[in-house]
């Protein structure tokens, strides 16, 4: 289950101290720790987060006691979240990035950078690192730009366009999007069904030709009748 804003700020640190030191259903634990059912369980039987240390709700102010109490006396109650005493204000989002005046000619050469040493970046991506736009990223992957041909890929780290760690964040990420072998990746194998995998392994030539007995004696005579006569010859040179 997705972690939605109504859950607690350590998840499964709290479900492990509510297994531990309530008398909590699962389901009540799962439902406050936005968790599924069966997690929780795996929790208390030992077989998960075993390296997770307890955190406790009602320490943290994220839940109170009375809270807690009624929850255990009734075990239809679902648990809630306790009112923050801190508001902590939305964070802004991010505009398209500032690039001084002074840098602004060095763009054209970092975006070349870019789409030929990272080709796996989205248009979206370049445009957060150097803060240019996507026609400008177009013109220039299909060489119309009007200075074109007097352009020299640069790394936009060392024009200052970005830094080495931002640079980095999007190249894993996009790796991460394609996937192991990028857009060439093949469907993922899959595991053969038991019949399959107990099957006899068999040659596609055992299956298509059918073997003559009769040929095989009749070679396997000849050969016989051939040995003892190359006996008897070597008899007679040897008398």
Not at 142 to 149: L, S
Not at 218 to 225: C, E, F, P, Q
Request: glycine share 8%; with cysteine.
């Amino acid at each position: 289950m997705a972690i939605g804003q109504n859950a607690p700020l350590m998840p499964k640190a709290t479900a492990v101290w509510l297994v531990d030191n309530t008398a909590l259903s699962f389901d009540q634990i799962a439902a406050f720790c936005k968790l599924h059912p069966l997690e929780v369980k795996a929790i208390a039987d030992g077989d998960s987060a075993q390296g997770i240390k307890g955190l406790d709700p009602v320490l943290t102010g994220q839940l109170t006691r009375d809270e807690l109490d009624k929850a255990e006396a009734d075990p239809n109650h679902r648990l809630k979240l306790a009112p923050p005493k801190v508001r902590v204000p939305e964070s802004k989002k991010r505009g398209p990035r500032y690039t001084p005046v002074s840098k602004r000619q060095d763009r054209p050469n970092a975006i070349l950078w870019l789409l030929r040493n990272h080709p796996e970046l989205k248009d979206a991506q370049v445009m957060r690192l150097v803060g240019t736009t996507k026609s400008t990223i177009q013109a220039i992957r299909d060489r119309t730009h009007w200075n074109a041909p007097n352009l020299q890929p640069a790394d936009p780290v060392t024009l200052g366009l970005c830094t080495q760690i931002e640079l980095d964040l999007e190249v894993e990420k996009a790796a991460a999007e394609a996937g192991p072998g990028g857009e060439d990746r093949t469907e993922p194998a899959t595991l053969l069904s038991v019949d399959e995998s107990l099957a006899p392994a068999s040659r596609p030539d055992e299956e298509d030709e059918d073997v003559d007995p009769d040929s095989v004696f009749s070679g396997l005579k000849a050969w016989r009748k051939g040995g003892e006569g190359d006996e008897e010859d070597d008899e007679g040179q040897g008398s």
